[in-house]
């Protein structure tokens, strides 16, 4: 956009062109544009449009823009297209811009943040922070580290949009690897990984804004080395002649024995 206003500028100062007419649209489905109307129809001036100081504010995340500036004198025409992200960053506005190319999409495309893995009773269960405007649901996936597989491992976890960025979101066992279905392998490490998405479509691609758009924001990963874990669950009685005394705690000794009933040395393989 800079480019062209530079070029521009000999054309615009001969014809002492002081403003350009704004013909804005929300793509509203695939091939249907509905008129902005708080911006469809204004007047820039051209000094706004050379300092970049005009802001149109309020756009919808995750939309695609047509946006078409024709000079007052209709001697200068300039059609362009603006996809906006769903990032919780800057959303209120956006200067004008019409050169996406260099946008991180990973940055903006709404990916959760602060990702935590833990593994407790054979359960790997996420902990993670909103960080979208778009989302309906998520989606958590496994990455075989050594085969490079992979596999969504658990159904799309379907949450209410948060009214505010930076809700945390506590999946639970409702969206956890059961290491007893998945046979993970003791000792291996995992890459897992979430991704916020909606249906139909998530966001355009803000780096070719005019060809089909993203199913999903960019992922999310951390890795989490599969520990040994195992549980006991028993009751302890007392004998007849212990009385009817309430007792107050017990201690229970264990140690972990191999298929020849010997101890096994190792850090927790005994304990009390």
């Known amino acids: ?9 000999p054309q615009i100062d001969a014809n002492a062109i ?11 489905s695939k091939s249907i544009f509905s008129p902005v109307d708080s911006i469809h129809g204004s007047t820039i001036l051209s000094n706004e449009l050379f300092s970049g100081s005009y802001l149109v504010r309020n756009l919808k995340p995750g939309y ?9 004198d209709a001697s200068i025409s300039l059609p362009a297209k603006h996809a906006t992200h769903c990032s919780c960053d800057n959303l209120s506005g956006f200067i004008m811009e019409f050169d996406s190319c260099s946008i991180d999409i990973g940055a903006y495309s709404g990916k959760p943040m602060n990702y935590k893995i833990k593994q407790n009773q054979g359960y790997i269960t996420f902990s993670f922070q909103d960080n979208s405007k778009c989302e309906d649901f998520y989606v958590l996936s496994q990455n075989d580290m050594i085969s490079t597989a992979s596999e969504i491992f658990a159904p799309n976890f379907y949450v209410s949009s948060p009214t505010s960025c930076g809700t945390a979101v506590l999946p639970g066992l409702a969206a956890a690897n059961d290491l007893r279905l998945s046979k993970l392998i ?22 070719y804004p005019s060809s089909d758009s993203l199913a999903s924001s960019s992922n999310t990963c951390a890795t989490h ?13 007392t004998g007849p002649s212990a009385g009817i005394m309430p007792i107050e705690d017990v201690t229970v000794i264990y140690s972990l024995l191999d298929k020849r009933m010997n101890r096994i040395e190792c850090d927790g393989c005994s304990g009390s």
């Open 186 to 207: 003791v000792g291996q490490t995992y890459e897992f990984c979430v991704r916020a998405g909606t249906n139909p479509i998530y966001m355009p691609q803000l780096e």
């Open 1 to 9: 956009f800079d480019t062209w206003l530079a070029k521009s500028k």
């Open 225 to 237: 080395r599969i520990k040994w874990e195992a549980s006991i669950n028993g009751r302890i009685t």
């Open 64 to 72: 695609m823009y047509d946006i078409e500036l024709t000079s007052n």
């Open 18 to 28: 002081s403003s350009f007419q704004v013909a804005f649209h929300e793509q509203v």
